[in-house]
């Protein structure tokens, strides 16, 4: 599993034209191809009931 529930978790985002990646603690979680690659707005959630999560030092940097 990906995640360590006793603490704090690494999740690194990229998207860059169609494709996305997503890796929680260097393991690669989401490799996919998105049909229609759109701006907007990013949101940060977590799925389930009854659990606390935190965000910290968040970066968003443009891809070149």
């Excluded at 860059?16 to 979680?29: E, P, T």
């Excluded at 191809?33 to 968040?58: T, W």
Aim: proline share 2%.
């Amino acid at each position: 599993e990906a995640t360590d529930l006793s603490g704090w978790n690494d999740c690194v985002i990229a998207a860059k034209g169609d494709q996305i990646w997503a890796s929680i603690n260097g393991i690669v979680v989401v490799n996919q191809v998105h049909r229609n690659p759109k701006s907007g707005s990013i949101g940060l959630q977590l799925h389930g009931s009854g659990a606390n999560i935190a965000f910290k030092d968040i970066l968003i940097k443009k891809i070149k």
